[in-house]
């Protein structure tokens, strides 16, 4: 069969109704058999799913890997980004153009088992517009672990307490959640915050979650720490609170230190003696203050951000076989090409 008989046979590809989006970087040694789990365990769902792989600038072979698999299948479809931008901002950009019913998303590193799909689907057909794979026991390694909490105590007042413990990289959710966050541009991103602004039926099931065999976690500690305060100053007041709780306090122990000052000289006759007294005093409501205004500053600089309309993401290069008659995700892509 000649190259333009494979290519119109592509074409004429029904529209899929399960669409996978995979934010990948530096997974070169990993893709194919990524491709291949995958594949094995979507045929069933759907012979015609697309995985969509979204290609974070991770500096290794990754690309080229993504086009000798989507030339080898016409249901994959390979995005590239013209710089990196997070595993989130690439996850917003496979969800933005996915065409299917339905959206799964996974890690590339396979410790998110892709045989475990079916299990996620069987959930959301139950009257639920998000399901979370939550694994029986994680495996990232201690620093990941404890970031992963701390990241999940920022989410619960943007997401409630039960949802929020039981986010993950495995979820799968109604594609038309999306239309909640249409127009977002905000270059801090969060899958999981977006997906409240649609719904409130959230679900879980436990999934098995392996260990990484290839290569490591991309998340070094000052990203996992960056990660974890971008969540909790971009989608949630709780700093905000907190600086107004520890302001309170601070004011309080004033007045009572001052009551203290005032009793003992009009008692005694005498004065609080000793400059160390003051200069504690002093540098303890001075660092009180600088770190309410650090919080301030945070937030100050997020409207900044969001004033320069900076995108979450750009799109380099694409490479795909098919191109649906019925493509809902085309227009939002193409306004974020560069």
């Given at each position: ?9 592509a ?23 990524l ?31 993504i ?24 996850l917003?950009?496979g ?16 410790q ?58 495995f ?8 239309e ?87 008692i ?71």
């Open positions: 069969m000649n190259a333009t008989a494979v290519d119109q046979r074409r004429r590809q029904p529209a899929p109704t399960l669409s996978i989006v995979v934010p990948v970087y530096r997974s070169a040694q990993t893709l194919r058999e491709h291949r789990r995958i594949a094995a365990a979507a045929e069933p769902l759907d012979p015609h799913f697309e995985l969509i792989l979204v290609e974070d600038c991770g500096g290794d072979d990754s690309w080229q890997v086009e000798a698999i989507a030339q080898e299948d016409p249901r994959v479809r390979g995005i590239q980004l013209s710089r990196n931008f997070g595993q989130h901002s690439a917003l950009c969800i933005r153009a996915a065409c299917g019913e339905v959206v799964v998303t996974l890690d590339d590193d396979l998110n088992p892709p045989e475990e799909i079916p299990q996620l689907l069987n959930k959301l057909g139950d009257g639920y517009d998000v399901v979370y794979g939550k694994p029986r026991r994680e495996r990232h390694g201690f620093l990941r672990d404890m970031a992963s909490r701390v990241t999940k105590l920022a989410l619960q007042s943007a997401m409630g307490a039960e949802t929020a413990s039981n986010v993950s990289a979820r799968a959710f109604r594609t038309r959640l999306r909640s966050f249409s127009d977002y541009r905000s270059p801090t991103v969060n899958i999981d915050v977006l997906l409240t602004w649609g719904t409130t039926r959230f679900a879980a099931v436990t999934v098995r979650h392996d260990e990484r065999q290839v290569g490591t976690s991309g998340y070094t500690l000052r990203k996992l720490v960056t990660h974890a305060l971008n969540m909790m100053t971009g989608f949630s007041t709780l700093p905000l609170q907190m600086a107004s709780v520890v302001g309170f306090v601070f004011a309080a122990m004033g007045f009572v230190l001052l009551a203290y000052v005032l009793g003992r000289y009009f005694s006759g005498s004065s609080v003696p000793g400059f160390t007294f003051l200069a504690s005093i002093i540098a303890i409501f001075s660092g009180v203050q600088l770190f309410a205004l650090g919080i301030f500053g945070e937030y100050l600089a997020r409207m900044h951000f969001r004033s320069m309309e900076r995108p979450p993401y750009v799109v380099g290069r694409e490479r795909m076989a098919v191109k649906h008659a019925s493509y809902p995700g085309e227009r939002n892509l193409e306004s974020h090409k560069s």
